[in-house]
């Protein structure tokens, strides 16, 4: 490979950019805001939890397929871009599904395509730089992907955010898919592939049989984490009941379960992952490596599920409209952009002279400051403190998403780095699938016990996610 211009690596990650921009404004903001009108307030937490939970699982499957199919492309365009090009195509249509949807059941078939076809062009996509750029300049080829992957916080709280808050849901929906369209038209463009010349004969089945293996470790986690939440929920209403009476015993047992039934789902799903893709003896010879993506998996739970349920829990805590609070979760988002670029380049330099295990667990304490400062605002309603905890939290996920992938490429074989670093791509969406999937209906629960109590419940779990995050590098060994 001839070594590259500084602008090539702008048009080989640009439709990051795009994709980006289309993942952040239908979580953040189109599905919490429609849900929300579509649902009644008592049930919106489980609704939205459930909706994530199944486009996951679609994404799990479809992304990494895409990715393997195009592997093997022997297109004249290239391997990756007829795949982007087709999925952006599906996802403009699947787009306009969303804007037309007119109730629960519509809008989940509609984010169901949509997650279908986004990872048409996921997958392909995160080919580019192993293909294009020079080993020697892929650090600075993955910091140009890592700010294309951040700015659109700050992008679609000026745009999509406003334009819902305007009641302006069409215009808003249009903006996203003008992105999309445009990155992708610029790819097509500027990118130059080479097409493949010779088939890979490497058969399909076995990388499949791996993203089985993930998906069905986070299925035994869940119903492991449920069983176990639930036995020692009870068990801790049952002791609570004599002096907290029937309601509060009830409502103390149902926080307990859930908390457990998170922990147990995220350590119990990652074992079994590990185990059921690299086999026992493999995952146990590199058992840090299964417990840094424990790590991953607490912290991103925790983090995902804050971000997606913010806008219920502004409507809550303010009185708000959805429209109000889907222009604040824009603000939210922009603050936390900002401060996430702001630790995130100079995580690298930090990591380098302070370590990044050390920095790791830093992160994770800092982001259980932001959860415990929400509950807060939960009793008292203070705009200047949700601004702190997006502060707060920002500036720790930016810390946390820089120096956690770097220990976690310090930890996996070289020579099979792929293999093991793509369980944690993998693993990653079952972090949304247990944080909401568990979170939602804890919260909707809790809070037809007393209002906000749901709410109060969910942030404290999350804390507690946080710190059992940096706990987790215990067992995280690295070699001095």
Known sequence: MKPLRWYDHLSINLFWLGLNIRNTAIGSIFMPYLVAGFVSG?????????????????????????????????????????????????????????????????LLIAILLQ???????HGPLQGLIPDLVPEDQRGRSSGVKAIFELLPLILVAFTVAKLVAAK?????????????????????LLVKEEPLREKPNTPLGPPMLRVLGVLAGI??????????????????????????GAVTARAIGLGVGGLIAMVVAVVVGVWAGAIGTLGRQDAREHAPFTWWVVNRLLFLAAATSIQGFAPYFLMYAFKMTREAAADLTGSLMMVVGVCTLLTALPGGWLADRMGHKRLVGISG??????????LGAI???????IYVAGITLGLATGLFMTTNWALGTRLVPSAEAGRY????????????????????????????????????????????????????????????
């Open 42 to 106: 008592d049930v919106m937490n489980t609704a939205l939890g459930a909706m994530r939970t199944a486009g996951l699982v679609i994404a799990m499957l479809v992304q990494p397929a895409m990715g393997l199919l195009s592997d093997r492309s022997m297109s004249r365009f290239g391997r990756r871009r007829p795949f982007i090009f087709a999925g952006t195509l599906f996802d403009l249509l699947f787009l306009a599904a969303i804007g037309l949807a007119g109730g629960y059941w519509a």
């Open 219 to 244: 299925g035994v986690g869940a119903a492991a984490g449920l069983l176990g939440g639930g036995v020692i929920g009870g068990l801790a209403g049952l002791i609570a009941w004599p002096a907290a």
């Open 168 to 188: 302006q849901v069409g215009w808003a929906i249009f903006a996203t898919g003008a992105g999309l369209l445009v990155t992708m038209l610029l790819t097509m």
């Open 115 to 121: 997650q279908f076809s986004a990872n048409v062009s």
């Open 421 to 480: 670093l793509g369980i944690s791509n993998l693993a990653g969406a079952g972090a949304g699938m247990i944080g909401s999937g568990i979170g939602g209906p804890l919260a909707d629960t809790l809070n037809r016990v007393t209002p906000g109590l749901g709410y109060a419940a969910i942030f404290a779990c999350y804390g507690v996610l946080f710190v059992l995050s940096t706990v987790s590098l215990r067992w995280v060994k690295t070699k001095s």
């Open 379 to 385: 009793w008292v309603p203070n705009l200047s403190l």
């Open 365 to 374: 304490l800092v982001a259980a400051v932001a959860a415990f400062l929400l």
